[in-house]
């Protein structure tokens, strides 16, 4: 049975208008009124100089449209869009750019929804959340309403997998397989997320699909259906987890990319195979190799904690040293983008709240809901992606310039 989350609301006395509100609002209706109006007045200004047949100006006012209710951050604003009449019956309309057709509710309200569900607010809890949130009168927010939302986001989400990427090209992959428990599956559902830097520094979503696992059947569909769609350029380095069927997948469909193995995942595998009380010490000591200044000073790193754990421990030695290549690639990159290439935080951040939700729902969301909701999540978090660092070295990553230990080799060498 589904779990709903309980969220305390203010007593009904509380989320009445109160005066401050009604003038926010009354002062909202008036500025959008008189936006619409100059919306109005340079249609016509730009049509003044057209003549009908008798000689009348061809584009005049023809009334309003009826008036509507949008829902915003401070309730319902009502407006009334002018309408006009092109006398020559050419077609010519008026269409706010501020207030399009059949408009009901402003894109931040509409950015709120999915919040909302993420956050553990079942789709009959939605009414009740936002008339505490917008005040008592929050039409045409009904379950029913919400079911039409969610199927308009899964249909978002398929024409955006059907993007044209021809000319693409992306500097740095960060990859990663995200569980989650979805209705009437025994094993966890795991999507598929692909983020990747462009050569302007700018992170974007790249790739997100409906996988069995992390299988190399899995991601190979999501690399080749990329490249079908016009990626056909290799990213010079892409960072991720110990998942083999990645790795696998990326060596036939990418071959010239370069691996990074997480440091965030590799740091948890290799403390899983110690003993509590030694693992704040061998967190350090792995934190000594990916914080060396250079490579030579990280292969003294590593080489001491192999000789530290090697004896008692040994799977935590093997697993660190099995992928010491893989590790240590980031020093072959600009040193300023060391701390965006060393783990898959764009993801592991991004996606942390979709399994909270996930984690209250206990599974009953179904797999198209959870790839919706994960592709709504996305789009609202893309805003506070930060940028790379030293943005001018991604074109040299890209066209193949060398660096070593973080600087260019023609530097290094002067």
Not at 103 to 111: F, V
């Amino acid at each position: 049975m589904q779990e709903h989350t309980t969220i305390p609301f203010p007593h009904p006395q509380l989320t009445a208008e109160d005066p401050l509100t009604a003038v926010l609002r009354q002062g909202a209706q008036r500025l959008l009124a008189q936006a619409i109006e100059v919306e109005v007045a340079m249609l016509l200004a730009q049509y003044a100089d057209q003549r009908d047949a008798q000689g009348r100006q061809a584009i005049v006012r023809n009334g309003y449209l009826p008036e509507r209710d949008v829902q915003t951050g401070i309730g319902a604003v009502r407006v009334k869009v002018p309408r006009v009449r092109d006398r020559r019956g050419a077609g010519i309309r008026f269409h706010s750019a501020i207030l399009p057709p059949y408009l009901r509710r402003s894109k931040n309200l509409e950015a709120l929804l999915p919040w909302l569900y993420l956050k553990g607010v079942s789709t009959g809890d939605f009414s009740e959340a936002l008339q505490a949130l917008l005040g008592p009168a929050a039409p045409g927010l009904s379950p029913a309403t919400l079911g039409r939302l969610k199927q308009g986001w899964q249909e978002e989400l398929t024409q955006w997998q059907c993007r044209d990427l021809s000319g693409k090209r992306y500097v740095y992959f960060w990859v990663d397989g995200v569980y989650f428990a979805t209705r009437l599956e025994e094993a966890r559902h795991c999507i598929l997320v692909i983020i990747g830097a462009d050569a302007t520094g700018h992170k974007e979503l790249v790739g997100l699909w409906d996988g069995y696992r992390e299988s190399e059947q899995s991601w190979n569909e999501l690399l080749l259906d990329l490249k079908s769609r016009g990626l056909t350029q290799a990213p010079a380095l892409a960072i991720g987890d110990g998942a083999l069927g990645f790795w696998k997948a990326l060596r036939q469909v990418y071959g010239q990319t370069r691996w990074q193995r997480c440091w965030v995942h590799k740091t948890a595998n290799v403390l899983d195979q110690l003993p509590k009380d030694l693992q704040a010490q061998a967190k350090q000591r792995l934190q000594a190799i990916w914080m060396a200044p250079d490579r030579q000073r990280a292969e003294i790193a590593f080489d001491l904690f192999i000789a530290t754990y090697e004896a008692k421990y040994p799977k935590a030695a093997a697993c660190l040293a099995q992928d010491r290549e893989v590790l240590l690639a980031f020093y072959d990159f600009p040193a300023e983008h060391w701390g965006h290439i060393r783990t898959t935080n764009p993801i592991e951040s991004t996606f942390a709240t979709v399994r909270a939700r996930t984690d209250k729902t206990r599974g009953c969301l179904s797999r198209a809901t959870m790839l919706a909701m994960v592709f709504k999540l996305y789009q609202s978090a893309a805003k506070r992606w930060h940028r790379l660092r030293a943005v001018h070295y991604l074109p040299e990553v890209m066209h193949g310039i060398v660096f070593k230990d973080g600087l260019r080799v023609e530097q290094d060498a002067a």
